[in-house]
């Protein structure tokens, strides 16, 4: 731990910086999100190459699902930068008049970003980008899990960015806990539900306020009226993306007992459509031998209906269904992270809703479904991060809906106008003139001065 101690240096460090007041200026604030989109468009062979090397994600889904879901939010900023960190003036109330009231926004100061490997790009750059937007300086530590993806962060951000505004370390539990001992003016957490509460408890000793990102199991309704080819379509490709290592896959499948038949035949036809073969450019491997060891163990050989193979030497598991599965079973105990997909059947929409509800509160929920009044009864019975009606995973790609969990899968939530918040400290100001104030308030305090406030509260 002795030799850790640099990094309070570096945070000493960042907050003189901060306190030099050069991120006020918002023209500084593009330059530094416009230098970073350019870094990140130089070295984009490199960023692919990395995360190949990791887990042989392709240039294609490295793109689609991480490097241009970070241009799209600095390029967000860099339109509308301005409005958001302009003051706004808000109405003044009868017992403050005459005055004029304000909200400014200011930057909390020295931000700590930790990052979780399985989008080890997006994960760790998005926040980064948010804080800097919002005038923060940044020390970023990726998650050493995926090694190479952090060492090639490490190396643009490092070579190109001063380290009192934005700085990367990497390592892994020592360098976290090391981290999490000095005092940030903001810790931003993306990772298991675990560490979050290690995270919050070690926040707890500066009241540094935090952000978690966080997972769980994300349920997935297929219902009776649902058009089973879309849902089969849109949650293939949801949970196979990225060999199911994402936090907002769909976990596990209800599908009405009526049509579950026809679901499983759809699903396994786009399975095989989509090529999910090892070497190829649609399918990932698993991150490391303890994953891919836990997800073997996860599956019960008696309920597989499809898929099921393996292969330790490069930690390729296929796309695998496991039918009749109940609440008793393993693959139910905890978030899967894989691509193993768990069906559930049932009979009475309102009893799933009520399961759901008795167990943790999900990151994200699903529903297939054309009928409203289950749209409805979706939305207003279920408590979830966020969630897609017919569809999985893409209301994550929409930048004007907050991105977060609640409850057990985290606080708070970032992209777009959100992120600017989760960064940013909503500064009140009433200023009042000097004439026009009745006396009312003062002592000595009488009978009709409070009928007087009776009337004005
Ligand atoms: P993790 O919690 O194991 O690790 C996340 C980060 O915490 C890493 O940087 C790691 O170095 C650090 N860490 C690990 N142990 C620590 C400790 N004891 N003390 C301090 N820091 C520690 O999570 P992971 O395996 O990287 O990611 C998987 C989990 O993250 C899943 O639960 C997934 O659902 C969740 N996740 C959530 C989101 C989201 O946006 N909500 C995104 C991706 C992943």
Not at 339 to 354: A, G, N, R, T
């Amino acid at each position: 731990m002795e030799k850790l101690s640099f990094l309070n240096e570096i945070v000493v460090d960042q907050r003189a910086f901060f306190k030099k007041g050069v991120l006020l200026d918002i023209n500084y604030r593009k330059e530094l999100l416009l230098k970073l989109k350019t870094i990140i468009n130089q070295n984009e062979s490199f960023l692919y190459d990395a995360i190949k090397m990791d887990f042989g994600k392709s240039a294609f889904e490295t793109f689609a699902t991480e490097l241009s879901l970070i241009y799209a939010e600095i390029d967000y900023f860099l339109k509308n930068l301005n409005k958001l960190a302009k003051p706004k003036s808000v109405a003044t109330n009868l017992a403050n008049q005459l005055g004029k009231s304000k909200i400014y926004t200011e930057a909390y100061g020295a931000v700590l970003v930790i990052g979780a490997w399985n989008y080890p790009y997006q994960l760790s750059l998005l926040p980064a980008v948010s804080a800097l937007a919002a005038g923060n300086t940044v020390l970023l530590k990726p998650s050493e899990i995926a090694f190479q993806s952090a060492l090639i962060i490490e190396k643009i951000i490092n070579e190109n960015f001063p380290k009192e505004v934005f700085h990367v370390v990497n390592g892994g539990v020592a360098m976290a806990t090391a981290l999490l001992k000095i005092r940030f003016d903001k810790i931003f957490f993306t990772g298991s539900p675990q560490v979050g509460k290690i995270v919050y408890k070690a926040a707890a000793e500066y009241l540094t306020p935090v952000t978690l990102e966080l997972g769980g199991k994300s349920p997935t309704i297929v219902t009776q009226s649902a058009n089973l080819k879309v849902a089969a379509r849109r949650i293939v490709w949801g949970k196979f993306l990225n060999a199911g290592q994402t936090c907002i896959a769909p976990d596990y499948i209800y599908v009405h007992h009526s049509v579950k038949k026809e679901f499983i035949e759809e699903i396994i036809k786009h399975i095989k459509a989509f090529q999910y073969t090892p070497d190829s450019e649609n399918y990932t491997y698993i991150i490391n031998k303890h994953h891919f060891d836990r997800l073997l163990a996860l599956m019960d050989s008696n309920k597989i209906i499809y898929g099921g193979n393996a292969n330790p030497d490069v930690c390729f598991i296929e796309p695998t269904i496991m039918d009749n599965v109940n609440w008793e079973d393993k693959i139910m105990q905890e978030e899967i992270f894989g691509p193993i997909l768990p069906i559930l059947v049932y009979q009475d929409l309102e009893e799933v809703f009520k399961t759901i509800d008795s167990n943790e509160k999900p990151l994200s929920a699903y529903i297939f479904t054309s009928d409203n009044e289950d749209k409805d009864l979706f939305v207003k019975q279920l408590s979830f991060g966020g969630a897609c009606i017919n569809d999985t995973i893409m209301h994550v790609s929409n930048p004007n809906l907050p991105f977060g969990g609640v409850g057990n899968s985290g606080m708070g939530s970032y992209h777009g106008k959100y992120g600017f918040d989760t960064f940013s400290h909503k500064k009140s100001v009433l200023e009042k003139r000097i004439i026009g104030e009745p006396k009312i308030k003062y002592p000595p305090y009488t009978s009709s001065k409070k009928k007087w406030i009776e009337k004005l509260i």
